[in-house]
Nanobody
C-alpha cells in the first residue's frame, strides 16, 4: 500500500504562487508516474499535470500549461507542483496520485493510489 500526503495548499491572491508537495510513503515511488488532479465545488475531478515513471516526460492540462510546473525528486519520494500566476478558477482541492509504471497518456491512465487532497483558494 502506498500512502500519499499532500501539503502546501492555502489562500493566495490572484497572480500569486504556491508550491504543492506530495510525499509518498515508500521507496517504490520511483516505479510510479505521479499526477496532480483537482476538483472544484460542484465540478468533476480534472487532470492538471503528470510526470512519467521513467522518461521524465510531463503532461499538462491546457488550462495550466505555461503557469504550472510538475517535478519529482525520487530520492525524497516527493512530487511537486509549482503554481504561478494563479487565477480564481484554480480554486479547488488538489490531489496527487500514482500510476504504476506509466509513461504515456498520463491524463487518462488509471491511477492506483490517491492522496487526501489539499485546498487551494485563489482570491480575486
Amino acid at each position: 500500500q502506498v500512502h500519499l500526503v499532500e501539503s502546501g495548499g492555502g489562500l493566495v491572491q490572484a497572480g500569486g504562487s504556491l508550491r504543492l508537495s506530495c510525499a509518498a510513503s515508500e521507496s517504490i515511488f520511483s516505479s510510479y508516474a505521479m499526477g496532480w488532479f483537482r476538483q472544484a465545488p460542484g465540478k468533476e475531478r480534472e487532470f492538471v499535470a503528470a510526470v512519467s515513471w521513467s522518461t521524465e516526460s510531463t503532461e499538462y492540462a491546457d488550462s495550466v500549461r505555461g503557469r504550472f510546473t510538475i517535478s519529482r525528486d525520487n530520492g525524497k519520494n516527493t512530487v511537486y507542483l509549482q503554481m504561478n500566476s494563479l487565477k480564481p478558477d484554480d480554486t479547488a482541492v488538489y490531489y496527487c496520485a500514482a500510476a504504476y509504471m506509466a509513461n504515456y497518456y498520463l491524463a487518462t491512465t488509471p491511477y492506483d493510489y490517491w492522496g487526501q487532497g489539499t485546498q487551494v483558494t485563489v482570491s480575486s
